[in-house]
């Protein structure tokens, strides 16, 4: 019989036979729940999601296993789920800036992201993050460079899914000719696209340049190598679903861009391959002139310099693209003279006659960058597993591995933002406040796994494994990585005491022995047949997500602390930590009990509810209780229960309530908080089987001031910057500085400014909601007043409340009023000394 929703299915699962259970249990190598409560500085302690999830590791080396685990808690921190079409993609800030796509996801570190997400074991996750960056609209696959099309070959050769494959091979395709007609110079035979847009502005080219943020456009080694990356992988799908014509095709487009970069970018006196100059520069600085087709430093103000060599130098060997006999250039990266450091590499060669640690963001001419050594270790565990040379070791890329692990630490835990000081460690200047804290937009688990562990992924039925650990360690464990359809292991224990699975390297497949060998060395085995693909299992969707520009599903609360209002518990992230917010909770409120309410618009099947509820040091625990209920026969009603888990609230992990399947409008949750303490809550889910795309509900929406499309009535206009004040009505709340949905009345003199919403007919109003923003001279306004249009002239509304009663911002500032007919309504105000004010939304209520 088909499993025919969520609800069942989990029930399924927990009629598992203890048997299987059992036999789990024994071929686990390693404790995982003891490995996860070692490390002390959890932001999510979910450990049921970790350990459906990832792959475990333990080694001899306290520093890398925090900082393997911590990178897993990035993942979870970036994981956002964006609408029930869509599903899940990643974040590579904190926050969604305003040059990010739809739902904040950035191309840039795409590659990155995918390498490490390859490993977890939910296809949903990886299935739905391929699909996002051609089936979203407002995501934008090329707004940076990046390597899509090698990343899905990579994930294939992790899953063997092709089945996924196949849905993705035409995106490749996309992907590929949408370079081809944006950035190929079909006289030049090259890729051209400047620094800037491989995230690395202010580099030592650009600032030969008049434009010196994202100047010198040219052939890099970068675009260029991913774009043969790419070419190499359309040509190995194509080959694996019998296309010879295609997979030729793009094998020769691929060969063709490999000669190009070693004939161009090479350059034999340095030794290392360069950026080409894409046409003739002329400085700020300076009247020397770098001419076109030029390599760095080969002409302008440097020419002859024996310097300019960049980290990007090694990024063809990110996807094995030279031939043998460009190895010299290896020798530069363990040198002090060049790219070494304690917390290094440096992004340019330390005698660069324009080498700079920045102490601000962003310049790429010397600071360690995550982005850049991510690839560099990605490029040297090819270097020594494909190629036959002598310039460094497996003990040089443990000693670089070594950098990248210490570099991840801010007082005492583990830590990444966007660069930081190479010699030093030091973040300050690269680390702004609700941005660039736990910064994705580089790898780690990739490098252990396939690295340092030395899992290589291939895509016949042969597992390899090459571990580059240092010789004197006695032990280390990966264990239950999901490959190929199977639950592999890999051991090193030298005498066989720690583990007792035997003595030497071992590959444990499924439980059971399939290689061994007496030393640390490369070791190959045949892999049992793949287990045939599983039937299709339900796809549940989160019914309660709302990112904005759309006026259902609808949040509301009993109570919101201003600081922490209603809107982040229902869009698609799950945070832990109380800085920077991203949390409801009940702060400050006067209720013995409070609700969180989700109002569909129209009935909707219900079959789970999640709760993330908050546990931390800012006076919030998980509720004494709460219970689930529907808006049914016209009241609430307690939802129909089959299971919870765990029983009693918990908090920093997923509480999950299974429902009854049920058909309804509306869903609240009803918190008795504990004594003293507040409820958070850090999303509330919603979740059911159901087909896609949803049916939009006719119903009218409760916040009267909603206009999702821009087109019409409700309308916003302002004293100063009207233009900008359209977003302020989109259902969009981003408190975020770098965000785009705000209007401000920066540089404005006037010493108040006011936003006004016309309705376009009467509306009924009873409460006013202003979510107020901060910023660069951007405050709480000193006071604000509420008018509405009676007649010719504004008068002043009747207050009942405000919460707060002061002016704060970043928050929610609310004011229940004498409810008022009216069509237009105004909020004037007084600006704070040498300020001005700014808003991201306004919400208006008529109850």
């Not at 639950?487 to 499924?510: E, F, N, P, Q």
């Not at 109003?765 to 001279?777: H, M, Q, R, T, Y």
Request: glycine content about 6%; hydrophobic content about 40%; aromatic content about 12%.
């Amino acid at each position: 019989m088909p499993i025919r929703n969520a609800a069942a299915a989990l029930l399924l699962a927990a009629a598992l036979p203890l048997a299987a259970r059992a036999q789990e249990t024994r071929n686990q190598v390693l404790d995982r729940r003891a490995l996860l409560e070692r490390q002390t500085w959890w932001d999510n302690r979910d450990w049921d999601w970790y350990e459906a999830r990832i792959p475990f590791f333990e080694s001899p080396d306290p520093d890398i296993d925090a900082t393997y685990y911590y990178r897993w808690e990035v993942v979870t921190k970036h994981l956002v789920y964006g609408s029930p079409e869509t599903g899940y993609t990643f974040t590579e800030f904190i926050d969604r800036p305003f040059w990010s796509g739809a739902y904040g996801s950035i191309s840039c570190p795409l590659g990155h992201q995918f390498y490490e997400v390859r490993w977890l074991k939910d296809p949903r996750i990886i299935e739905d993050f391929s699909r996002y960056w051609f089936e979203t609209p407002g995501a934008e696959p090329r707004s940076y460079s990046n390597w899509y099309g090698d990343a899905m070959w990579a994930t294939y050769l992790v899953r063997r899914d092709s089945a996924l494959l196949r849905k993705v091979l035409p995106h490749m395709e996309t992907q590929y000719a949408g370079w081809v007609a944006e950035r190929w110079d079909s006289a030049h035979a090259m890729f051209v696209w400047d620094g800037m847009h491989d995230g690395m502005e202010t580099n030592i080219n650009s600032r030969q340049t008049r434009d010196t943020f994202s100047g010198a456009p040219g052939y890099r080694p970068t675009l260029n190598s991913y774009l043969f990356a790419d070419a190499r992988a359309i040509a190995s799908a194509a080959a694996l679903f019998g296309d010879t014509a295609k997979s030729r095709l793009y094998a020769r487009r691929a060969a063709s861009l490999k000669q190009r970069v070693q004939q161009e970018l090479w350059d034999p006196r340095r030794q290392f391959f360069f950026q080409q100059f894409a046409r003739d520069e002329v400085s700020r600085d300076s009247a020397d002139t770098v001419r076109a087709k030029t390599l760095t430093h080969q002409t302008g103000k440097f020419a002859g310099s024996p310097h300019g060599r960049e980290e990007i130098g090694y990024v063809p060997w990110q996807f094995a693209l030279p031939d043998s006999g460009y190895e010299a250039a290896w020798q530069f990266l363990l040198d002090t003279a060049y790219f070494a450091a304690r917390y290094g590499p440096t992004t340019t060669e330390r005698h660069d006659p324009l080498f700079l640690i920045s102490p601000r963001c962003c310049v790429w001419s010397g600071n360690s960058w995550p982005y850049a050594t991510t690839q560099t270790l990605v490029a040297m565990a090819n270097l020594l597993n494909n190629y036959r040379q002598d310039v460094v070791d497996k003990g040089d890329y443990f000693t670089v591995l070594e950098w990248y692990t210490n570099f991840q630490r801010l007082n005492g835990r583990p830590y990444i933002a966007e660069a930081g000081h190479p010699d030093t460690g030091s973040w300050d200047g690269h680390n702004s406040y609700y941005h660039s804290e736990h910064y994705f937009h580089s790898g780690y688990t990739d490098l252990i796994i396939t690295g340092l562990v030395g899992l290589r992924p291939r895509p016949d039925d042969v597992i390899e494994i090459n571990p580059l650990v240092p010789d004197g360690w006695s032990f280390f464990a990966l264990d239950d990585v999901s490959y190929h359809g199977h639950s592999v292991s890999i051991i090193w224990d030298r005498d066989g005491t720690r583990y007792r699975r035997g003595a030497g390297l071992s590959i444990l497949v499924d439980g059971r022995l399939l290689a061994r060998a007496p030393r640390l060395q490369r070791l190959t085995a045949g892999l049992p047949p793949q287990p045939a693909p599983r039937a299709a299992a339900p796809r549940p969707s989160n019914l309660a997500v709302n990112n904005g520009h759309a006026a259902w599903p609808q949040l509301t609360a009993s109570y919101s602390a201003p600081d922490t209002p209603y809107p982040w518990a229902n869009d698609g992230h799950v945070w832990y930590h109380a800085s920077p917010p991203n949390r409801w909770t009940t702060t400050g409120s006067p209720n013995a009990q409070d609700w969180l309410e989700v109002d569909f618009g129209a009935e909707r099947t219900i079959e789970t509810v999640k709760l993330y509820f908050l546990d931390d040091s800012a006076g919030v625990k998980p509720p004494a209780r709460y219970e689930v209920q529907l808006w049914r026969d016209g009241r609430w009603q307690a939802a129909g229960e089959r299971a919870r888990v765990p029983t009693a609230p918990a908090g920093r992990r997923a509480n999950t309530v299974t429902l009854e399947p049920v058909n309804a409008a509306r869903l609240r949750v009803v918190f008795t908080p504990r004594p003293g303490f507040a409820t958070g809550v850090a999303e509330l889910e919603a979740w059911a089987d159901v087909a896609l795309p949803l049916p939009q509900p006719a119903s009218p929406a409760g916040n009267l001031a909603l206009n999702a499309t821009g087109e019409g009535y409700p309308r916003v206009t302002a004293s100063y910057r009207s233009d900008g004040a359209a977003v302020l009505n989109d259902g969009v709340v981003l408190f975020p500085r770098n965000g785009r949905n705000r209007w401000t009345a920066a540089q404005s003199r006037n010493a108040e400014d006011w936003v006004e919403l016309d309705f376009g007919a009467p509306r009924r109003v009873a409460s006013i909601e202003l979510f107020l923003v901060d910023g660069s001279n951007v405050r709480a306004p000193a006071g604000y007043r509420i008018e509405y249009l009676q007649g010719d002239a504004w008068q002043p509304v009747r207050e009942r409340v405000r919460t707060p009663a002061q002016p704060l911002a970043p928050a929610l500032n609310t004011v229940a009023i004498e409810p008022v007919e009216t069509a237009r309504l105004r909020v004037v105000f007084t600006h704070a000394p040498d300020a001005t004010t700014g808003l991201t939304e306004i919400v208006v209520r008529g109850n």
